[in-house]
């Protein structure tokens, strides 16, 4: 993208957005936006976007997107508390003690799950025990990536993981997901990462599924913190 068109934040902004509208090519996008709103385009100008004028955009670009994309889209562009689009950096630490996951989240903004399986830009690895979590690595995806290369280059990608945590997956890559020991789990909406894997920590300390206690290697009925007794 041209500098003298559009700022750093803006471009980071249209970049994850064209990532969430399949079959819209990014220039294309970029072309109407600036169309729209004026040069050079800014982080405010997209701020002030209206929902309508967004929709009436995507559907002169192609009609692949649901509505729950151009949505999804329609929030990484507009959202004024946005602001940190860019990969959260990785601070160093101790690993975690005691029974742990590994947990993966696909994400497009910060330490947020706001990505689809299938065109998210990174997917961010934390570790997880019964009393917190701390991010471990962050893993971004090639962009030139399709169809089944894609799909087996995710799978490879989480593959050290035992939780998915994401936005939305479709049921052929949820399989190809299972079949790799990893659990996908689909969240509605976007959430952040530390109020998802908070009540994680909440479900390893007191109420652990016999599923999520074979992964930590605990005995079947054992729990973290014992139950009251009354």
Not at 36 to 65: I, N, Q, T
Not at 116 to 134: A, F, K, P, W
Request: charged share 20%; aromatic share 4%; proline share 7%.
């Amino acid at each position: 993208m041209q500098s003298s068109l559009i700022s750093q934040e803006a471009a980071l902004r249209v970049a994850i957005a064209s990532r969430l509208l399949p079959n819209i090519e990014l220039s294309s996008l970029l072309g109407l936006l600036i169309q729209h709103l004026g040069e050079p385009l800014s982080e405010a100008k997209l701020v002030g976007l209206s929902p309508k004028a967004f929709r009436v955009m995507v559907g002169s670009l192609g009609d692949g997107p649901t509505r729950k994309e151009v949505t999804s889209a329609l929030a990484v562009l507009t959202n004024p508390e946005a602001s940190d689009v860019g990969a959260p950096e990785v601070k160093s630490a101790p690993p975690l003690t005691g029974p742990k996951l590994r947990v993966a989240i696909t994400s497009n903004q910060g330490e947020m799950i706001n990505g689809h399986y299938g065109s998210c830009m990174r997917v961010l690895i934390y570790e997880v025990n019964h009393e917190t979590h701390q991010l471990i690595d962050v893993r971004e995806i090639k962009s030139d990536l399709k169809g089944e290369g894609r799909a087996i280059y995710m799978v490879d990608l989480i593959r050290d993981c035992q939780i998915l945590f994401t936005l939305s997956i479709g049921g052929p890559a949820a399989a190809r997901v299972t079949r790799a020991d990893v659990h996908p789990i689909k969240k509605t909406t976007p959430v952040s990462a530390d109020v998802a894997l908070s009540e994680l920590s909440d479900v390893i300390k007191y109420k652990a599924p016999p599923w999520l206690r074979k992964v930590m290697g605990l005995e079947p009925e054992h729990h973290i913190v014992p139950e009251m007794e009354y």
